[in-house]
């Protein structure tokens, strides 16, 4: 089985080396990057499994390279930002980035993270709402587990790993709200800090996608105090 591919784009040559070489010798194939710019050409035309990209960067900063690959490129995004900069890990999301980890890194963290995205792009089984091959339908909406795609009407959705896990989460319990905890819990594996906003982030991306109304939302609706409640009406 080949080894899974990671394009870390980071310009501080050491750093980038020591990362590339940990992650080797943890089974993966990893290519290093240092500029921005070029990384907007380079990332749709390798198709890595996973790319890792800091924030700073010549040429272009990560968010300019996020939301310029991003429509073109389907894999992982996971991103290296500034320490409790709350605002950098907003936008991150906000323009498609699967994660985000704060600097310093830690190695093994920066592994264990890589590997749960990973695990979480492939086709799952016993996930929750069943096994591989599960099919939820609203209306003119269908999502599907099993190919990881979604579809209203005649149109494919086009979702990041990350925004899929929220929005089949969501549709597996439709008619019910479920608190920013719960999705986190469910998701990440971590609490609500009353801080984290990467959950309204994904929701707002998401919104956006399935033609939701953001002033008053139908399709998948905040209920005050308590979270997101995925609608199963309002989808002919």
């Known amino acids: ?10 310009d501080d040559e050491r750093l980038a080396e020591l990362t590339a070489e940990y992650l080797s010798k943890n089974d993966f194939e990893v290519a290093i990057e240092p500029r921005g710019d070029t990384a907007c050409t380079r ?3 390798d198709n890595p499994d996973v790319v890792v990209l800091d924030v700073m960067l010549p040429g272009k900063d990560g ?3 996020c939301r310029t690959v991003r429509p073109h490129y389907q894999g992982v995004i996971l991103m290296l930002t500034a320490r409790d900069e709350d605002m950098d890990q907003i936008l991150g999301l906000e323009l498609g980035a699967d994660d985000f980890i704060s600097k310093p890194v830690q190695p093994r963290v920066l592994l264990a993270r890589v590997r749960a995205l990973l695990r979480r792009a492939g086709p799952s089984e016993g996930s929750e709402g069943g096994g591989a091959g599960d099919e939820l339908v609203f209306g003119r909406f269908r999502i ?6 979604a579809e209203l009407g005649d149109a494919a959705i086009d979702l990041t790993t990350a925004e899929f896990d ?3 989460l969501l549709a597996c319990h439709a008619g ?5 905890d719960d999705l986190l819990q469910r998701l990440r594996g971590i609490g609500f800090d009353g801080l984290d906003r990467s959950i309204d982030a994904r929701i707002s991306r998401l919104r956006k996608k399935l033609g939701d109304d953001p002033d008053n939302p139908a399709r998948i609706k905040t209920v005050r105090g308590k979270g997101y409640l995925f609608s199963r009406h309002d989808w002919n």
């Open 1 to 10: 089985m080949a080894a899974p591919r990671i394009l870390l784009v980071e």
């Open 43 to 45: 990332i749709p035309a």
């Open 63 to 65: 968010f300019e390279v």
């Open 144 to 149: 599907n587990q099993a190919t990881r795609s």
């Open 166 to 168: 929220l929005l089949w």
């Open 176 to 180: 019910t709200v479920l608190s920013r």
